[in-house]
């Protein structure tokens, strides 16, 4: 069975930096992107980048890039996403999931709920 | 910068067929952008319903169908139920790995 599990919630400051996490299982990790999405307080998806852990290719929307960093570690089969310098607008759930072939999204994490708050 | 429109709401009446859009700001959307359709209740992740165009995701039931109309992709509901009640969203792939959401249509079912 394909399971994405994400790390749990978090708590932190303007300015702290933080990394989650996206484990995977029962498939081929190395061989599928992982995409990661951010959903804002009451808002919509947003897509924001993706990364191939077989050779840790990593793409990003314009919208995010140089402001989180993907990157994974294809041993433990877990990709992650990080942020050097937190603000409060960075409030939000994130989700990974892994892209399937045609280009979709076919498996999603629980989701990852970050609070930036002082 | 690309936007992928949708309708913000839409509602439907129990049975009854509903039809969302998805486009783009400039152009048209085809299957070269392998549209696809996500369901998104509140608290939960999003669910797959349809991709590239008009395949449908394993377990998602046949009152979804995918296609291309006009210039848009579009998700048609045949038959909803109390239950289709939700978020959709679709996404488009722009080639170099990059895709795009749009910004989700609220269904009600009433």
């Known amino acids: 069975e394909v399971q994405l599990v994400q790390s749990g919630a978090e708590v932190k400051k303007p300015g702290e930096s933080l990394k989650i996490s996206c484990k995977g299982s029962?498939?081929?990790?190395?061989?599928?992107?992982i995409g990661w999405v951010r959903q804002m307080p009451g808002k919509g998806l947003e897509w924001m980048g993706l990364?191939?852990?077989?050779?840790?290719?990593?793409r990003y929307s314009p919208s995010f890039q140089g402001q989180v960093t993907i990157s994974a570690d294809k041993s433990i089969s877990t990709a992650y996403l990080q942020w050097g310098s937190l603000k409060a607008s960075d409030t939000a759930i994130y989700y990974c999931?892994?892209?399937?072939?045609?280009?979709?999204?076919?498996?999603w994490g629980q989701g990852t709920l970050v609070t930036v708050s002082s | 910068q690309t936007v992928v429109t949708q309708e913000p709401s839409f509602s439907v009446s129990p049975g009854g067929t509903v039809t969302l859009t998805c486009g783009l700001n400039?152009?048209?959307?085809?299957?070269?952008?392998?549209p696809s359709w996500y369901q998104q209740t509140p608290g939960q992740a999003p669910r797959t319903l349809i991709y590239?165009?008009?395949s449908r995701s394993s377990g998602v039931p046949d009152r979804f169908s995918g296609s291309i109309l006009g210039n848009k992709a579009a998700l048609t509901i045949t038959g909803a139920q109390a239950d289709d009640e939700s978020h959709y969203y679709c996404?488009?792939?722009?080639?170099?790995?990059?895709?795009?959401f749009g910004g989700g249509t609220k269904l009600t079912v009433l």
């Open positions: 990364i191939y852990p077989g050779d840790t290719d990593a």
């Open positions: 996404v488009l792939y722009m080639g170099s790995g990059i895709s795009v």
């Open positions: 400039s152009g048209s959307v085809s299957t070269t952008f392998y």
């Open positions: 999931a892994r892209r399937s072939g045609y280009y979709h999204y076919d498996y």
């Open positions: 029962g498939y081929s990790f190395p061989s599928y992107w």
């Open positions: 590239s165009t008009d």
